[in-house]
C-alpha cells in the first residue's frame, strides 16, 4: 500500500504502516500483490510522472459513475479503490436514507477482468458487499454477473446524480482507511444479511418486457431470423429470453463471441459502435445463415448496435441516431394505436441527450408530444424521467447518440437487452409491411425532414491542450468573445455549458445545467447545422457531433451531406488544430 504526496514538481512515495485495516495482512503479505508489484516497480523505475498521475487524484463521477482503467493507483479501479469508495457511500447512504439496514443496497457485476491487477468484477463486488455487511446493512449481491440495467444505483432507479454524487466523494476523502471488515470476503458466504436477487429480478424484467411488446401473436410467425453477438460479455442468456417472453425464437448466437472472455480476444475493440469492422463475426454468420438482422450488445450489455442485409446492397449498419429515429418511430406508432384520442398525447414525452439528432424534436414539432434534451450521460435522462412521471407524464423514449437507447420506462437506464427484443419485434411488423428497417428509415426522414449527422473524435493526451483548445474559442474574439464564423460558415448561436453561456437566450444564461468538470460547446450555424465538441467523461477524446436538420420535403441528399462534410471538415481544422496540436484522428 503505498501513499503519494504531491509537493511541486516532485513526488514523495512512502510504505504505510503495518497496522489493521491497511492492505497488509498480520502475516506482513499484501493484501493484492499484483497492484503491489504495479506500485513498486514504477517506483523502482522512477516513473514520477506516471506516479503522480496514479497517486494524486482520485476517480470523479463523469457521464456515468466512477469509472477508471483497472490498475494500482487512488485513480484507478482495484480492491482499495472500491472498498473506500463503498465506505463513502455507506457513510452518506447513512445520513441520507434512515431505513438503510431495512432497505439495503444491491450489488451487481460483469465479467471484464484485468489480470495484471488481480481485478475481476465479481472480486470487486464481492469487496463491495463485505463493507456493507460489516456494517449489518442487508445486500442483494447478484450470485452471477448481469447487465447493467439490471441493477438500481439510486432509490428512484436512476444513476447519481447532482448533488449526490459531490457529497459521495467527500465522503469517500473521509472514508479512505479500510475498515477491518472490508477486505472480509467470507461475509459474503456467512452473513445472513446477503440475499441472491437473480432470480426475482430476472423473472420481474421479462415479465415487465410485455409492456414493450406490441404484437406476439404476429412475432410468433414472423419468418425472419436474427443473429446476436454478446461481444464476450454478459448478454447472452438474457437476450435469448427476451427474444422468447416476445415470442420469438432465440436469436442465433456467435459461438466465438457468447460466453465472457475479459480479453475480448475476437474484436479489436469491444465496442459494437465502432461499426462492421468489429461485427465482422455476426455479419458473416447472419450471411450463413440467411438471417437478414444482427443485433449487438456490448459487453455490460447496455446498449445496442443493429445491421440489416439489403437485397444486392450488402449490410446497412445503422447509427445511434438512426436507429433512435426508426425506435422513436415505433414506439411513437404503437402508442397512438393504443390511444386514438389526440389529447392523449399531451401527457407524452421523448428525451435525448443534447449531443443526438434533433429527429425526435422534428417528431414532436409535427405529431404534437413533448420533446426534452438533456446533458450526456443517461443519468441525466434518467432522473428526467422520474421527475416526469411523478408529473403524470409519460416518457415512451429516450436515447443518447453512442447506441443507448431506453424504450418504455421499465428500467431508468439504457437497456440494450430490451432494445435488442423491440428491434426485432419492429423489423417483424416491417417484414409484413413489405418494407426492411433502412426503407422505413427513408420513409420517416420523408415525413420529418432529413436528419444526416457525423460523429467522430480525436484523442488528446495532454490536459493542457484540450484546456488551451477551449480557452481559445471562448476568447477567439477578445476576452470572452466567441467565433462569429468557422470557415465560410456564419455562426448565429453558441452555447457553452461549461460556463452557462447561452446566446440564444434573452438572458444569455444556459437553460442547461451547467457541467464544469467537462468541456462542451455547440454552434449553430446559419445554414442549420448544429455542430458540437466535447470532451469524453472517461477517455482522453475530444468528440465532435455535426447534423444537418433539413426542413420536410427536402431531398436533394447529395448535396446536404456535401455541406455537412465542409462544415465538420472547417470545424476540427479550425477550432481543434489536430496538427498543430499533435491530436490523433480517430483510426477508421
Given amino acids: 500500500f503505498i501513499f503519494g504526496r504531491c509537493d511541486g514538481e516532485n513526488m514523495c512515495v512512502i510504505n504505510a504502516s503495518n497496522h489493521t485495516g491497511n492492505p497488509f495482512n498480520h502475516s506482513n503479505q499484501c493484501t493484492n500483490p499484483q497492484t503491489w508489484k504495479q506500485m513498486e516497480s514504477l517506483v523502482r523505475e522512477g516513473h514520477v510522472v506516471e506516479l503522480r498521475r496514479r497517486l494524486c487524484s482520485r476517480m470523479t463521477f463523469g457521464t456515468a459513475g466512477l469509472r477508471a482503467e483497472m490498475s494500482a493507483g487512488f485513480a484507478c479501479i482495484n480492491d482499495l479503490t472500491v472498498i473506500q469508495s463503498t465506505q463513502g457511500m455507506y457513510k452518506y447512504l447513512a445520513k441520507y436514507v434512515p431505513d438503510l439496514k431495512t432497505r439495503g443496497l444491491v450489488v451487481g457485476f460483469d465479467t471484464r477482468a484485468q489480470t495484471s491487477s488481480g481485478c475481476t468484477s465479481e472480486r470487486l463486488a464481492r469487496l463491495t458487499a463485505a463493507v456493507m455487511l460489516c456494517k449489518d446493512v442487508p445486500v442483494y449481491l447478484f450470485s452471477t454477473y448481469v447487465p447493467t440495467p439490471f441493477v438500481v444505483y439510486w432509490h428512484n432507479g436512476a444513476q447519481i446524480s447532482s448533488p449526490h454524487d459531490k457529497e459521495i466523494l467527500r465522503c469517500i476523502e473521509e472514508s479512505s482507511e479500510p475498515w477491518p471488515g472490508s477486505w472480509n470476503?467470507?461475509?459474503?458466504?456467512?452473513?445472513?444479511?446477503?440475499?441472491?436477487?437473480?432470480?426475482?429480478?430476472?423473472?420481474?424484467?421479462?415479465?415487465?418486457?410485455?409492456?414493450?411488446?406490441?404484437?406476439?401473436?404476429?412475432?410468433?410467425?414472423?419468418?425472419?431470423?436474427?443473429?446476436?453477438?454478446?461481444?464476450?460479455?454478459?448478454?447472452?442468456?438474457?437476450?435469448?429470453?427476451?427474444?422468447?417472453?416476445?415470442?420469438?425464437?432465440?436469436?442465433?448466437?456467435?459461438?466465438?463471441?457468447?460466453?465472457?472472455?475479459?480479453?475480448?480476444?475476437?474484436?479489436?475493440?469491444?465496442?459494437?459502435?465502432?461499426?462492421?469492422?468489429?461485427?465482422?463475426?455476426?455479419?458473416?454468420?447472419?450471411?450463413?445463415?440467411?438471417?437478414?438482422?444482427?443485433?449487438?450488445?456490448?459487453?455490460?450489455?447496455?446498449?445496442?448496435?443493429?445491421?440489416?442485409?439489403?437485397?444486392?446492397?450488402?449490410?446497412?449498419?445503422?447509427?445511434?441516431?438512426?436507429?433512435?429515429?426508426?425506435?422513436?418511430?415505433?414506439?411513437?406508432?404503437?402508442?397512438?394505436?393504443?390511444?386514438?384520442?389526440?389529447?392523449?398525447?399531451?401527457?407524452?414525452?421523448?428525451?435525448?441527450?443534447?449531443?443526438?439528432?434533433?429527429?425526435?424534436?422534428?417528431?414532436?414539432?409535427i405529431e404534437g408530444f413533448h420533446f426534452e434534451e438533456t446533458l450526456p450521460g443517461f443519468k441525466w435522462i434518467g432522473n428526467r424521467i422520474h421527475e416526469l412521471t411523478k408529473t403524470g407524464k409519460e416518457v415512451i423514449f429516450s436515447f443518447e447518440e453512442s447506441i443507448g437507447f431506453l424504450c418504455g420506462n421499465m428500467v431508468l437506464d439504457k437497456d440494450g437487452v430490451s432494445t435488442a427484443a423491440v428491434v426485432a419485434e419492429m423489423a417483424a411488423y416491417l417484414h409484413t409491411k413489405n418494407l426492411s428497417m433502412n426503407q422505413q428509415l427513408i420513409n420517416i426522414y420523408e415525413i420529418y425532414g432529413y436528419h444526416i449527422s457525423r460523429t467522430s473524435y480525436v484523442i488528446c493526451n495532454d490536459p493542457p491542450t484540450i484546456h488551451r483548445i477551449f480557452s481559445r474559442l471562448r476568447n477567439s474574439g477578445g476576452s470572452g468573445v466567441y467565433p462569429e464564423s468557422c470557415g465560410d460558415y456564419c455562426i448565429t448561436h453558441i452555447r457553452d455549458v461549461t460556463t452557462g453561456y447561452d446566446s440564444s437566450q434573452p438572458d444569455k444564461k444556459c437553460v442547461l445545467p451547467l457541467s464544469r468538470n467537462s468541456q462542451m460547446v455547440t454552434f449553430t450555424f446559419q445554414n442549420g447545422i448544429v455542430a458540437t465538441l466535447r470532451t469524453s467523461g472517461t477517455e482522453p477524446k475530444i468528440k465532435y457531433y455535426t447534423e444537418f436538420c433539413a426542413a420536410p420535403g427536402e431531398r436533394d441528399i447529395s448535396s446536404l451531406e456535401e455541406e455537412l462534410r465542409k462544415v465538420t471538415a472547417a470545424l476540427v481544422e479550425e477550432f481543434l488544430e489536430p496538427e498543430k496540436n499533435n491530436l490523433l484522428h480517430r483510426s477508421v
Avoid at 421479462?206 to 460479455?233: A, D, Q, W, Y
Avoid at 466465438?256 to 459494437?272: A, I, L, R
Avoid at 418511430?329 to 398525447?345: G, I, R, S, V
Wanted: with cysteine.
Fill in 185 to 365: 470476503e467470507d461475509l459474503v458466504e456467512s452473513s445472513r444479511l446477503r440475499r441472491d436477487p437473480l432470480e426475482d429480478v430476472c423473472r420481474s424484467y421479462m415479465e415487465e418486457l410485455n409492456t414493450i411488446c406490441f404484437h406476439r401473436e404476429l412475432n410468433t410467425m414472423s419468418p425472419l431470423k436474427f443473429v446476436h453477438s454478446s461481444f464476450h460479455g454478459v448478454g447472452h442468456n438474457y437476450v435469448q429470453r427476451a427474444f422468447q417472453q416476445f415470442g420469438f425464437p432465440p436469436p442465433i448466437p456467435v459461438p466465438e463471441q457468447k460466453d465472457p472472455d475479459p480479453d475480448f480476444s475476437t474484436v479489436s475493440c469491444p465496442n459494437p459502435e465502432e461499426g462492421e469492422s468489429v461485427l465482422e463475426l455476426s455479419l458473416r454468420l447472419a450471411e450463413r445463415e440467411e438471417a437478414r438482422i444482427v443485433v449487438a450488445t456490448d459487453p455490460d450489455a447496455d446498449r445496442l448496435a443493429v445491421a440489416e442485409q439489403n437485397d444486392n446492397c450488402g449490410w446497412k449498419v445503422f447509427t445511434g441516431n438512426e436507429l433512435a429515429a426508426l425506435l422513436g418511430w415505433w414506439m411513437l406508432f404503437n402508442w397512438k394505436e393504443a390511444h386514438p384520442d389526440p389529447a392523449d398525447t399531451e401527457r407524452v414525452y421523448m428525451l435525448a441527450t443534447t449531443v443526438s439528432s434533433k429527429i425526435l424534436k422534428a417528431f414532436a414539432r
